[in-house]
T-cell receptor
């Protein structure tokens, strides 16, 4: 099983719809989870982080975490064409005293006007 | 506040050469991590430096090395370049180490090996 898995997409939604992006991770001990947005040709940009089970809302973005299911998601409400990008899920994993941020391969989102 | 600065932005090198990439973190940030991004493998962790010491290392060959200076600036070196080293190299800075620390990325260095 890959450490962090995401559906590669592409995910296509109409403008104004809710986009749902999903991520699963393998390390049950992971404690912190991040969502990055990467526009084509640009570097990843941090948009959300979540540490506790449940939902965390920031504007149009909601991150959801379920540690028992080892699942984290990102919902984008009222999707805009400017949200079209690749969304990367990242999990901070700690093993044997060392830790690293492990990224999924990303889900490409297209919001159609 | 200035962001993470990486130089150069683009590089073209020949197989067998070596290359050094530079990363200046956000002011006050002490941790610098390096990543390789390719279309096939995605973002892969290379190593992390904190207080001039390598703290964590990913699964890359010894040709990939780095260092961090007292002002937290970091360099990454790749020796004996191979075609497969062509990638976007990203560095990310954090104000400290820790499981809950957010990382902020620079614009990256696009390395092409011919």
């Amino acid at each position: 099983q890959k450490e962090v898995e995401q559906n590669s997409g592409p995910l296509s939604v109409p403008e104004g719809a809710i986009a749902s992006l999903n991520c699963t991770y393998s390390d049950r001990g992971s404690q912190s989870f991040f969502w990055y947005r990467q526009y084509s040709g640009k570097s990843p940009e941090l948009i959300m982080f979540i540490y506790s089970n449940g939902d965390k809302e920031d504007g149009r973005f909601t991150a959801q975490l379920n540690k028992a299911s080892q699942y984290v998601s990102l919902l984008i409400r009222d999707s805009q064409p400017s949200d079209s990008a690749t969304y990367l899920c990242a999990v901070n994993m700690r093993k044997g005293g060392s830790e690293k941020l492990v990224f999924g391969k990303g889900t490409k989102l297209t919001v159609n006007p | 506040k200035a962001g993470v600065t990486q130089t150069p932005r683009y590089l073209i090198k020949t197989r067998g050469q070596q290359v050094t990439l530079s990363c200046s973190p956000i002011s006050g940030h002490r941790s610098v991590s390096w990543y390789q991004q390719t279309p096939g493998q995605g973002l892969q962790f290379l190593f992390e430096y904190f207080s001039e010491t390598q703290r964590n290392k990913g699964n890359f060959p010894g040709r990939f090395s780095g260092r961090q200076f007292s002002n937290s600036r970091s360099e990454m070196n790749v020796s004996t370049l191979e075609l497969g080293d062509s990638a976007l190299y990203l560095c990310a800075s954090s104000w400290t180490r820790g499981i809950n620390t957010e990382a902020f990325f620079g614009q990256g260095t696009r390395l092409t090996v011919v």
